[in-house]
């Protein structure tokens, strides 16, 4: 009996480990495996396409859209590598996408030959194992800045001041992420968000370590705690300006003048992918300019198809925080695969995180 | 022919499907964690199968050959880990054990309603239920309102993203898990026990620590384990109310397998995590074994 | 344990009053009014029906509740104020309440740990305690692996081994076998004589109290209906209630006829009956009781007329040494006799005759039977 119990009662906290340990990763079951004819299967961020598009789509083609998410580049290779078949299309960051490229996972699209293509920006056919736009299509793209609560601060327009915030009373946050954080801190001593230079890591590791006391947290939710004042100002993304646009007079999102980092997905099939097909028609469809539009007005992020920004309302179109001048474009840095420099920043970011 | 039988019966035992079950969906990733710490990490996630033996030593501190200096950083983090639950454990004792005895003393109906809202939180996601910490424990959230328009103080407190607010926010979840062992033990504990002791010239505080402590001690250890062994492994309520500013071996080997994509290491904080759990766990079953009156 | 001069005031009961409130908003009063003397070398039962109040007043005088209003000296000493663990009394509870986490010695010897008595003196008067109750040698076993009577053992050993002044005990037999109480009523018995100390001993069990007792406290509702030695409450119970609690009663209601002299005459329903005067006057509604063993069936031809009431045989039941006569009598009633079975052959419808002595009736004035005796 004794045996018994102690073996169920083993159980239950060894499969929570498991669970924990195997977050994302592992343990990750089959996907949707929806290969009928009519159908595509979209694996992409959370919330990070506008639901209309697919309606669009599918009233257009008769293709059936089933749409499943991930929050993490990293949370999508785990679960294409444990074989996790069944999607058609994923939207990799750059880095990512070189990533899966290396592994061949995606396939040939030659999107680059198909009608729609000459509106796309070549300034962001950025991807190293792309440069022509054979495989991947530009989705989106944002900046990682500073929102900010305009009550608590009136203006804010550097990363200086915002670091000065907690000496006069007021609470900052940044985000929970190791690349983006260890990138400003890079940013701001003027190397590459890429460096995996020991030396210029230790500087950054020094300037984290000397902004530790006064970040109030480490947290992607920050919004609701700026809107409401308990944060006057958080590390955030360009999405923020979803919120601005409903709340002006509170919230404010601004691209720092130091620079900031900034992101871009790509819109790639496959090789596993059940309907390649019906990919290269989304892909296709994806590339007018009215559709790209909807996408990036619900979206309130960067576009880099020329004919839909003429589409979008002034207040995005013009707006430098989502649409910034080619100065401020210059002052910004995309992440780039670190390779075996990962450790290094793994190693960074545990130490700062445990320091107190 | 008797041995014979007992082992067609182990045989049979083996087969069920309780086995099975166990065996696969128990064992089975168990034998993958404990191989997979053994391997070198790809280099973009995943394994390659060469022998690596730095996982292990790195835990403890040592370098791993490439970009590091000896630094116990992983040690601290599991002793912090530990130490936050060993905290929460004692903190949703010291809450679980008054209030047990208080609600078995309650007329029935009142003792259900009470046990009810207790375990009423089991219903709800966790996550939801930390929001509603956030909104409570902010600047600007209903306990600083409350104390300051009660006039007790005049500034707002620093409640959210400290200490504090972590220590709350387990102890909040863990509650059930303390609560419901305690009370199954301090309700089964007869009263004429604690009269008999008392008869017998015990003074209250002799009659807890001979009579009611030793009586109640199994549902306590339950209760203490039940929180402990989830507690070490809880990263949620530190990022959400403690501002992610400490990490937890939660943390890190989530951080393990997605941000450095290093999955045997990973793999090898989750064994020396589940060791150090079955440590935890066989000094309570030695204990019951030897005191089989007390279970 | 010294045979000192035996006080008979040593436990005194003034006035006691107890009420609960129900779960259903009602009031009990379980206990109403209680006054008792109880001497120090006493055994003193506590009879009554369950419910009647006799947990309550143990538990008053060991402490667990407290009066509403009342007074309760020991040796001359209130004992209201003092807390259950400085009361110089131990309790051997109704299921035993021995510690199921503590083996034997370590039950037994508590009273003497939590006093801090040095282990060897300890270990002695365990083993002394353990001798007395006779289950030597039990030490090192836990609770539950003694059989029901042997944990009665224990739970004695332990109570008497602090030496208290008073042992109070409830119902401390009702779980065990018949055979086992009887040995066990005896060796209590025998207990208390050799500690020469109060045994305030609870049950419902008539024949329990009538076998064990020095003398019986009654009680019923949460007040004493009778306080006497057993001989007393069987054969002049002050009650119908304690009549008709105690052994088994032929009980009638009647109204005097006539009285005069030594005797008086009741009409009974029709039937008369003969029973000594206790000052009664023609017209006074009584009750009369007897018991079933003080009929006598006699020869047809030896029986002298006025003294006997005729019945008829419904029923007779061989009960060991007598037999049980079940009988109704002219006006309908039923009437219960215990006769010798030597007058065997009796066969149901048979009419008989059933003598008896007219001292033996037990007169009860008024017809309720509720009253002192006389
Ligand atoms: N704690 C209590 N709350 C309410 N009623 C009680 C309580 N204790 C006893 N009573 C009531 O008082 C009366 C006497 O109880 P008790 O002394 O236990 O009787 P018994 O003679 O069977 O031992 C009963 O009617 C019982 O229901
Ligand atoms: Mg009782």
């Known amino acids: 009996m004794k045996a018994v119990d102690s073996a169920a009662a083993g159980s239950k906290w060894i499969k929570k480990t498991l669970a924990m340990a195997c977050l994302g990763a592992s343990c990750a079951g089959a996907a949707m495996a929806t290969q009928a004819a009519g159908v595509l299967n979209l694996y992409n961020w959370g919330d990070y396409i506008n639901p209309e598009v697919l309606e669009r789509f599918t009233a257009e083609t008769g293709v059936k859209v089933n749409l499943d998410t991930y929050s993490s580049n990293e949370e999508m290779l785990a679960k294409l590598q444990v074989g996790a078949t069944g999607y058609d299309i994923v939207f990799p960051s750059v880095h990512m996408q070189d990533i899966m490229a290396t592994l061949d996972l995606l396939e040939k699209t030659n999107i680059n030959q198909s009608a729609g293509f000459e509106n796309i920006d070549t300034a962001h056919l950025i991807a190293e194992s792309d440069p022509k736009g054979e495989y991947c299509l530009p989705y989106g793209w944002g900046t990682v800045g500073i929102v900010y609560n305009k009550k608590a601060v009136p203006e804010l327009n550097s990363w200086k001041e915002f670091f000065a915030l907690p000496g006069q009373g007021k609470k900052i946050v940044m985000l929970d992420d190791m690349r983006e954080d260890i990138g400003l801190a890079l940013l701001l001593d003027g190397k590459s968000v890429n460096s995996v230079d020991p030396k210029e890591l230790k500087a950054a590791q020094k300037f984290l370590l000397e902004q530790k006391p006064n970040v109030s947290a480490f947290t992607y939710d920050s919004i609701p705690m700026v809107q409401s004042g308990d944060i006057a100002a958080a590390q955030w993304y360009v999405g923020a300006m979803m919120y601005v646009m409903e709340d002006p007079d509170t919230l404010a999102y601004v691209i720092p003048e130091e620079g900031a980092t900034m992101y871009q997905e790509n819109m790639c099939v496959l090789k596993s992918a059940p309907n390649k097909a019906n990919a290269k028609l989304f892909l296709e469809f994806f590339m007018k300019p009215e559709i790209s539009a909807m996408n990036t007005v619900q979206q309130t992020n960067g576009s880099m198809n020329k004919a839909a920004i003429e589409l979008l309302p002034a207040e995005i179109r013009d707006n430098p925080s989502i649409n910034p001048s080619a100065e401020t474009k210059e002052k910004l840095q995309i992440f780039r695969e670190l390779g075996k420099g990962t450790k290094l920043y793994d190693r960074i970011w545990t130490k700062f995180r445990t320091a107190s | ?295 | 344990m010294s045979a000192q001069q035996p006080s008979p005031d040593f436990l005194k009961i003034k006035k006691a009053y107890r009420h609960f409130v129900t779960p259903e908003g009602g009031t009990v009063r379980a206990l109403d009014g209680i006054d008792l003397s109880v001497a120090s070398n006493e055994f003193i039962t506590l009879l009554g029906p369950s419910g009647c109040g006799k947990t309550t007043l143990l538990n008053i005088i060991a402490g667990f509740e407290r009066l509403d209003r009342g007074e309760i000296l020991l040796a001359g000493a209130s004992l209201l104020e003092s807390p259950p663990h400085r009361r110089p009394v131990n309790t051997v509870f109704q299921s035993y309440a021995l510690f199921p986490h503590l083996n034997i010695g370590d039950n037994v010897g508590y009273g003497l740990d939590v006093a801090g008595v040095a282990k060897k003196e300890r270990n002695q008067r365990v083993a002394e305690a353990l001798e007395m109750v006779g289950l030597s040698g039990v030490e090192k076993r836990k609770p539950s692996q003694l059989s029901g009577g042997q944990q009665q053992r224990v739970a004695l050993a332990r109570a008497i081994i602090n030496r208290p002044k008073m042992l109070l005990l409830d119902e401390p037999l009702s779980a065990l076998d018949r055979n086992l109480r009887g040995k066990m009523q005896i060796e209590l018995k025998n207990l208390q004589a050799e500690l020469g100390i109060c045994f305030l001993f609870v049950t419902h069990d008539q024949e329990e109290a009538l076998t064990m007792s020095d003398r019986i406290v009654v009680l019923n509702q949460g007040k004493v209906e009778q306080l006497g030695t057993p001989d007393e409450v069987y054969h002049r119970p002050a009650s119908r209630f304690v009549t008709e609690f105690i052994g088994e009663s032929n009980i009638f209601s009647g109204t005097v006829v006539e009285s005069g002299g030594q005797l008086a005459r009741v009409n009974v329903g029709g039937t008369e009956v003969v029973c000594s005067n206790h000052s009664l006057r023609a017209g006074d509604e009584v009750s009369l009781l007897l018991r079933p063993e003080h009929f006598q069936l006699k020869p047809a031809d030896q029986v002298n007329g006025t003294n006997g009431i005729s019945a008829v045989l419904e029923q007779s039941v061989f009960i060991g040494r007598d037999h049980q006569l079940h009988c109704r009598m002219a006006n309908g009633q039923p009437l219960s006799a215990l006769i010798r079975s030597s007058l065997s052959g009796l066969k149901p419808g048979q009419a008989l005759t059933l003598e008896y002595d007219p001292t033996a009736w037990h007169v009860i004035p008024g017809a309720s039977g509720v009253g002192t005796a006389q």
């Open chain 2, 1 to 295: 022919m008797r041995s014979f039988t007992s082992q067609q019966k182990q045989l049979l035992l083996l087969l069920s499907p309780a086995t099975l079950f166990l065996g696969i969906f128990f064992l089975g990733p168990l034998l993958i964690m404990a191989v997979y710490s053994f391997l070198e990490p790809g280099l973009y996630g995943g394994v390659e199968w060469n022998f690596y033996h730095w996982n292990y030593g790195r835990v403890l501190g040592w370098a791993d050959g490439f970009y590091e200096e000896f630094d116990i950083v992983y040690l601290q983090i599991l002793l912090r880990s530990a130490g936050l639950a060993l905290v929460t454990v004692l903190v949703t004792l010291a809450f679980c054990y008054p209030v047990a005895f208080w609600i078995s003393r309650m007329q029935s109906r009142w003792k259900s309603f009470c046990i009810f809202l207790i375990a009423l939180p089991f219903f709800s996601s966790m996550i939801i239920r930390l929001y509603a910490w956030i909104l409570i424990l902010r600047d600007s959230g209903f306990a600083n309102q409350i104390l300051m328009s009660l006039g007790i103080i005049s500034e707002p407190l620093d409640l959210m993203y400290s200490g504090t607010a972590v220590i709350i926010g387990m102890v909040y979840i863990f509650i059930p898990f303390m609560f419901l062992p305690v009370y199954s033990s301090v309700e089964n504990l007869d009263p004429k026990l604690i009269k008999a002791s008392q008869d017998l010239g015990a003074t209250p505080f002799t009659t807890f620590r001979r009579v009611i402590f030793p009586m109640t001690l199994p549902g306590v250890v339950s209760g203490c384990i039940l929180v402990f062994i989830p507690a070490l492994g809880n990263f949620v309520v530190p990022a959400m109310l403690g501002g992610a500013k400490v990490v937890m071996i939660g943390n890190l080997v989530e951080q393990q397998f997605l941000a450095a994509r290093n999955w045997p290491f990973g793999a090898t904080l989750s064994m020396v995590m589940i060791v150090f759990m079955l440590l935890v766990v066989s000094v309570y079953l030695i204990r019951a074994m030897k005191n089989p009156q007390h279970s």
